[in-house]
T-cell receptor
Framework: DSGVTQTPKHLITATGQRVTLRCSPR?????VYWYQQSLDQGLQFLIQYYNGEERAKGNILERFSAQQFPDLHSELNLSSLELGDSALYFC????????????FGPGTRLTVT | GEDVEQSLFLSVREGDSSVINCTYT??????LYWYKQEPGAGLQLLTYIFSNMDMKQDQRLTVLLNKKDKHLSLRIADTQTGDSAIYFCAETTGTASKLTFGTGTRLQVTL
C-alpha cells in the first residue's frame, strides 16, 4: 500500500458527461501528479500541483481540469467525455516539487460508453 | 526530446535472472526509475538511480546505468512467479519532476 488513495475505483459513464476523480496524497506529501494510462498512448503525465498551485502541465486536454485543495487532496475533472477518454487515471504524490520518489495510487478506471 | 523505449516482452524460468532493458534519448535525465505494475493494480516504485551513478543494488534488484549509451537495465536475481508483471522505466529531466515512462516490458515467469 503506497499510502495514496483514489476514488472511485471504477467509473462508467456516457459520452458528453462530466466526472470528478479524487486523490488523497500520502501524509506529508505536498505534490500531486495525475497520469493517464491508455492502450494507445501508454502512461502520460497530465498535470502536477504543489501545495495548492499548478506546477507543471503535460498532455492535458482543455476539457480536463484539476485542482489541489488546502487539505492537499486533489480532484481531476473530465468534461464532455469522449470514448477515447476511457483509460486508467493514476494519481501520484511526492514530498516536494523536485525530481524524487513518486508513489502511485491504485488508479481509477474510467469507461466511457 | 523525450523518448523512452523498452522491449515488449520477456519470458524467463523461475530461479533464473531477468534483465529488462530501457533506452532513453534525453541527455538531461536526472533520475531514472523502475516501476512494477501487476494486473489490475497501480504502479509500485521498485528502485531509482541518480544520473551520476553507474549502479545501484537493492536486495534482488540491480540497476545499471550507461549514460554514454543512454541505456538503463534492471536485473532481477532468482526470479519468482510473483515477479510476473509489467515493468516500466521512467525518467525525470532537468528540474522537472514529471515522469516520462517507457512502453513497459511484460515479464512472464514460467515454472
Amino acid at each position: 500500500d503506497s499510502g495514496v488513495t483514489q476514488t472511485p475505483k471504477h467509473l462508467i459513464t456516457a459520452t458528453g458527461q462530466r466526472v470528478t476523480l479524487r486523490c488523497s496524497p500520502r501524509s506529508g506529501d505536498l505534490s500531486v501528479y495525475w497520469y493517464q494510462q491508455s492502450l494507445d498512448q501508454g502512461l502520460q503525465f497530465l498535470i502536477q500541483y504543489y501545495n495548492g498551485e499548478e506546477r507543471a502541465k503535460g498532455n492535458i486536454l482543455e476539457r480536463f481540469s484539476a485542482q489541489q485543495f488546502p487539505d492537499l487532496h486533489s480532484e481531476l475533472n473530465l468534461s464532455s467525455l469522449e470514448l477515447g477518454d476511457s483509460a486508467l487515471y493514476f494519481c501520484a504524490s511526492s514530498v516536494g516539487d523536485r525530481p524524487y520518489e513518486q508513489y502511485f495510487g491504485p488508479g481509477t478506471r474510467l469507461t466511457v460508453t | 526530446g523525450e523518448d523512452v523505449e523498452q522491449s515488449l516482452f520477456l519470458s524467463v524460468r523461475e530461479g533464473d535472472s531477468s534483465v529488462i532493458n530501457c533506452t532513453y534519448t534525453d541527455s538531461s535525465s536526472t533520475y531514472l526509475y523502475w516501476y512494477k505494475q501487476e494486473p489490475g493494480a497501480g504502479l509500485q516504485l521498485l528502485t531509482y538511480i541518480f544520473s551520476n551513478m553507474d549502479m545501484k543494488q537493492d536486495q534482488r534488484l540491480t540497476v545499471l546505468l550507461n549514460k554514454k549509451d543512454k541505456h538503463l537495465s534492471l536485473r532481477i536475481a532468482d526470479t519468482q512467479t510473483g515477479d510476473s508483471a509489467i515493468y516500466f522505466c521512467a525518467e525525470t529531466t532537468g528540474t522537472a519532476s514529471k515522469l516520462t515512462f517507457g512502453t513497459g516490458t511484460r515479464l512472464q515467469v514460467t515454472l
